[in-house]
Each structure stands twice: as C-alpha cells, then as structure tokens.
C-alpha cells in the first residue's frame, strides 16, 4: 500500500506503527512520529533539524530551493553577512553548503555528500507541501493507488462524523478553494491513478484494517 501522509491533525489517528510495512511519503515534521520513505519538507525548523540530526544521511528528504553552494564561496559570502546578525552553522565544513537567512539568523548549512537531499525544481508558491508530497508518490509510482491521510483540509468532517479542527482551519478555509485545485491538477495529470482520501472516502477503521493485512 502506499500512502501520502499530510500535515493535518488527523494524520496519525491511526498508530504510525501501522505504517512501516507499507511505502510512505510524508511532510515537514511528520517524522518525528514516523519516518517515511520520502519527506517532503519546506519548514525550515525542520530542515535544520534532519540535517543536524544527521537524518538525511539515511532517509531520503525532498527540499524546497535547496541549492548547494561549493565550499570555494564560503569566505565571500561568510564576510557579506551583516554584522547585526547572528551565525548559525553547523560542523564539519564538507565540499559544499546552503545559505540562507531566517528569522534574524544567517546559516551556513554543510551538507555532506552522502545526504539523501533532493531539490525539487518545479515546487513554486503554487504548491503546498501535502500537494507536493502526493504530486511526487504519483511520479513515482505511475498508475497507483493512492491512500491520502491527513489531508485534514480536504473536508471539514470525517465519514464517522468527526469534525477535524485545527489552529489552521481558518487558513484552510480560506485557502480551501486553491487546494482542492491541486488535487484536481494532481488527478487530470495522473489519471489512471486512484486517489482514496481516509476519513472522506474511507473511515479510518477501514483503513486500519487495510493496513492490517
């Protein structure tokens, strides 16, 4: 089975146990509950976070506008950083590295040759992390099915009645419309995959008994 597991509440109602004998994608800080397969991840936290951690160096993570920079630019740029701001970086310097600025702080992030970091190209504005991380299990897995838990924002209330709220829920709603838009580009450029949203489509005892077999 493979499944897309997306940033809202619901997305662990089921025990993530239950998800390591299948193929996973997930996002941003899902990880922290159950390492999929594939992470999708913009959240910057989150990004130091698996690099410092060294767990790029074992599962593969998707990152957004994560150009490397050869370690021959580091004494340039490290000197044009205003001096009002604070360093952050990490150890040891490897052959090249990402710099950025983020909340007053300038990183110079070393990103070993053996981390498991791609760069996706075409992710733009347009394009919200649980989106991306579905987009991607389709290019990878043509003509699939598809089991989508956590896509909290994809409906309001669950198949067994339960109302799914969330400090997001009046961004979602407001952003709802340009969401389920992605979805329905997702599925006119992949059509003979399956798309099966858990807790819409599906309830979740279905979809743990699923996961059981």
């Avoid at 993530?16 to 959240?43: A, I, S, W």
């Avoid at 150890?91 to 702080?105: A, D, I, R």
């Avoid at 389709?138 to 699939?144: K, R, V, Y």
Wanted: charged fraction near 25%; proline fraction near 3%.
């Amino acid at each position: 089975m493979i499944i897309v597991i997306g940033n809202g509440q619901s997305n662990f109602v089921v025990n993530p146990k239950l998800f390591e004998n299948h193929l996973t994608y997930g996002c941003d800080f899902v990880y922290r509950k159950h390492m999929p397969d594939h992470l999708v991840c913009q959240d910057v936290d989150a990004q130091l976070e698996l690099i410092t951690n060294k767990h790029t160096r074992k599962n593969k993570c998707y990152f957004r506008g994560f150009g490397l920079i050869p370690s021959t630019n580091y004494d340039m740029l490290r000197q044009t950083v205003d001096p009002r701001m604070k360093i952050g970086e990490n150890s040891p310097k490897t052959e090249n590295f990402v710099n950025f600025s983020y909340k007053g702080v300038a990183y110079f992030i070393w990103v070993d040759s053996s981390d498991l970091i791609e760069d996706i190209e075409w992710w733009d504005d347009n394009w919200n992390t649980d989106a991306v991380a579905l987009r991607l299990a389709c290019q990878h897995n043509f003509g699939e099915t598809f089991y989508c838990v956590g896509f909290d924002y994809f409906h309001n209330q669950t198949s067994e009645g339960i109302y799914l709220g969330s400090v997001l829920s009046k961004f979602h709603e407001k952003d709802n419309t340009s969401y389920l838009k992605q979805h329905k580009q997702i599925e006119e450029e992949f059509p003979n995959s399956k798309f099966i949203f858990v807790g819409k489509d599906i309830d979740y005892g279905e979809f743990e008994n699923l996961l059981n077999k």
